[in-house]
């Protein structure tokens, strides 16, 4: 059995994401928004730093969060709309910076780690785990969608614009539930092919 003694990736990948936090608040388009933004960033990313001694999740498990949390970081900073995202947008013909809908689908990187933690603990066989872990993504893509509308209605004006993202989609909200479910998927095929429950702690 593998164990996950090497600590240089998720030390120096958390080194990273700490920095990447600390320039996000540097002069954000809108303060306001800044906050709520990077609060549940760094919620998790403190709850990643305080368990770590307790519980190593695999280097991919760690790297799939990070992408969740770099870019949450960097769209707190510009807004979600206004990050430079242009390369990107360029292969759609829409008008919308996707950036928000990308950042969505890596929220579902997540349900790897879920389903890691299930099954190195225990709790249930792999393929519990990975409905545990789809269906969690999809319970928290609905619940931040609401908040996401509780806060624009509260703060009103350019701030809660901003905040909600939806850029003028009435579709928005079911857009990013969508995303955020394929995301789940995606990682789950990665859970899938490589076992990362065979690791001990």
């Known amino acids: 059995m593998r164990t996950p003694s090497n600590h240089l990736f998720p030390c ?7 920095a990447i936090i600390v320039w996000s608040g540097i002069n954000p388009a809108f303060q306001a928004v800044w906050i709520a933004e990077i609060i549940p960033v760094a919620a998790i990313f403190l709850l990643l ?5 307790k519980f190593r999740f695999s280097n991919m498990a760690y790297g799939l969060m990070s992408v969740w949390l770099i870019m949450h970081a960097i769209g707190a900073h510009y807004t979600f709309a206004n990050v430079p995202f242009d390369w990107f947008n360029g292969f759609f013909d ?5 950036f928000d809908r990308v950042a969505h689908y890596s929220i579902g990187f997540y349900a790897f780690p879920i389903a890691e933690l299930l099954t190195r603990k225990r709790h249930c066989n792999p393929v519990l785990a990975s409905f545990v872990g789809l269906t969690s ?12 509308w509780w ?6 004006g350019d701030a809660g614009i901003e905040f909600l993202g939806s850029q003028g989609d009435i579709w928005d909200a079911q857009k990013d539930m969508l995303a955020d479910t394929l995301g789940a998927i995606t990682s789950l095929s990665l859970f899938a092919i490589t076992k990362p429950y065979h690791l001990t702690e």
């Open 94 to 98: 829409s008008g919308r910076n996707h």
């Open 49 to 53: 730093v305080v368990t770590y001694p």
């Open 151 to 156: 806060y624009a209605v509260l703060e009103g």
């Open 12 to 18: 120096t990948l958390g080194g990273f994401i700490a």
């Open 137 to 148: 993504i999809m319970a928290v893509a609905a619940g931040y969608e609401i908040i996401e």
